[in-house]
């Protein structure tokens, strides 16, 4: 019987070249979706799927994540002063969403590298990985993203990764999987390669930053060749479990942003604007107006 996952990491280590320049002096994790960083959604998602202990792997210039999760206490003094308990009651919840802790990585030497910086914290334990640049959107009253994975892997005692079909266009931007569909949501991953050319892949599956792992993936790591740049790539080290039977491929539902590609951040900014409540009519609205206006400019 596989061990309960209790523990997430989340690596947030990188530089956000790809929202340059606001990523000069901004991590590209604290970007908003409407009213919220991108990496609380991570962490959201995280809680919602009964994770509890979280820790985030930072680099460089970080520190305004920890200081995001942290108390606020002359913003709190103020609110309270002023009455304003609705902003008060907001401000104080990002603290106490989950225990959350923090490591750094010291040199920009890529994903699995910031992996193997978890160890000490989820020691012999499963443990999922959620990558910040992809936002899993799940009705409420539905699972959540990493939560499906962690069905998975109860179910199947394999490690676990988030599938979705791609078109031929994007798939050199991700993991592309070869398989064979075992039910209505899952898939036995035989192989897994890294970014391949569009005339060398498996299929139309393509692997997101959604995983669940088991503590062998450390070993797994430290013995993957690097490739050609000299970086150990985390699809290899997946490749190492898929040659030995142990990797299944989540069909996820939900809906999924690349919030680091920027039309992806818009529509995920416009379509959870309408999503809320206080939000949605407005935005609805607005979005109707400006289509009339570029239809009578045409």
Do not use: W
């Not at 994790?29 to 009964?50: F, H, N, R």
């Amino acid at each position: 019987m596989s061990k309960k996952v209790t523990k997430a990491v989340i690596p947030a280590a990188g530089f956000g070249t790809r929202f340059l320049p606001v990523t000069k002096s901004v991590c590209k994790e604290m970007l908003p979706i409407v009213d919220k960083p991108t990496i609380q959604y991570i962490v959201e998602e995280a809680v919602a799927a009964g994770i509890r202990d979280i820790l985030i792997v930072t680099g460089k210039s970080k520190k305004i994540l920890e200081d995001y999760f942290d108390s606020a206490p002359e913003l709190e003094s103020l609110l309270e002063r002023e009455g304003k308990e609705e902003f008060l009651q907001i401000c104080r919840s990002t603290e106490k969403l989950a225990n959350i802790h923090y490591i750094r990585q010291s040199h920009a030497t890529g994903f699995a590298d910031a992996i193997l910086l978890a160890q000490t914290f989820t020691g012999g334990d499963p443990f999922a990985i959620l990558l910040g640049d992809d936002i899993i959107y799940t009705p409420k009253g539905e699972r959540a993203g990493i939560g499906q994975l962690i069905d998975v892997y109860a179910e199947t005692g394999k490690p676990a990764v988030a599938v979705m079909e791609v078109s031929d266009a994007d798939i050199p931007k991700y993991a592309n999987i070869k398989g064979t569909q075992t039910g209505d949501h899952t898939v036995s991953i035989e192989q897994i390669v890294e970014k391949p050319a569009v005339c060398e892949k498996f299929s139309n599956r393509a692997v997101i930053g959604r995983y669940v792992v088991e503590s062998d993936i450390y070993d797994i790591i430290r013995t993957t060749p690097p490739s050609q740049s000299g970086e150990v790539y985390f699809t290899d080290a997946l490749g190492a479990l898929a040659k030995q039977d142990r990797l299944v491929g989540c069909l996820f539902t939900g809906k999924r942003y690349d919030a680091g590609n920027k039309l992806e951040y818009l529509e995920a900014n416009i379509e959870y604007a309408l999503r809320d409540p206080s939000l949605g009519d407005g935005m609805r609205s607005y979005i109707k107006s400006l289509a009339k206006k570029l239809e009578n400019r045409e």
